[in-house]
């Protein structure tokens, strides 16, 4: 099932210029391409857009010309100081196709007390129907001692998804939470290996008397 609908019509002029004009009418400047077809440059309703794009991974129903196509959201840019969309990139995929994408992680539960819960990885690569690409995926800590890892291969996946690329890549490490005494041991320890001396603190300049 889609994440939204939107209503797309042709774009006949392109360039910088084209864009702009799109945008000021409160319109999304948009391509659209894959399974061997040429690319198809859309422009799509602002508001609508921005609803779906709230969404990782958005798959969209384009509505053009009377048909309907699938397309999974591939790229998206957007403006660095107003936080505007300036373009989308689309690609055309079908029902029951599988497609790869990156799925962010979601760490839910609280590990064991006194350890510190790193997420190496922020998403994970994974291969997954086109209709079923989860939102997120979640992963449970509760009660994990420190020294446990969370590796790609241990995240529970969507029914008939599959890992993509390394299943050993570390995702969460579960560690020992470390006390200032600790941490200025080891930074002293630091300093001391790298040859670094510290200043001592000045203490209170001393009054001389220039009677005698």
């Known amino acids: 099932m889609a994440d939204a609908k939107l209503k797309a019509a042709l774009r006949s002029e392109f360039g910088k210029g084209a ?33 779906a794009l709230r969404v990782s991974n958005a798959l969209l129903e384009i509505q053009l010309d009377g048909d309907n196509q699938l397309a999974l959201v591939k790229q998206v840019q957007r403006d660095a100081i107003k936080g505007t969309i300036e373009h989308v990139d689309l690609l055309i995929v079908r029902r029951g196709e599988k ?22 990885a922020q998403t994970v690569s994974i291969e997954v129907e086109a209709t079923h690409i989860p939102e997120q995926l979640e992963i449970s800590i509760e009660g994990l001692e420190a020294g446990s890892q969370i590796l790609a291969k241990d995240v ?37 290996e790298a040859g670094i001396e510290r200043d ?13």
Do not use: F
Request: hydrophobic fraction near 35%.
């Open 19 to 51: 864009s702009r004009r799109l945008r000021r009418d409160h319109k999304v400047p948009a391509v659209m391409y894959g399974h061997g077809t040429d690319p198809i440059h859309l422009a799509l309703p602002g508001h609508e857009t921005l609803l």
């Open 99 to 120: 497609v790869v994408v990156e799925v962010p992680v979601s760490v839910i539960g609280e590990a064991a007390p006194e350890t510190v819960v790193m997420v190496d």
């Open 156 to 192: 529970k996946l969507p029914e008939g998804a599959t890992i993509h690329g390394d299943e050993e890549m570390l995702v969460i490490n579960i560690t020992h939470q470390v006390s200032e005494e600790q941490l200025e041991a080891e930074l002293t320890e630091a300093e001391a």
């Open 200 to 212: 001592e603190p000045e203490g209170e300049p001393t009054e001389t008397s220039d009677e005698g």
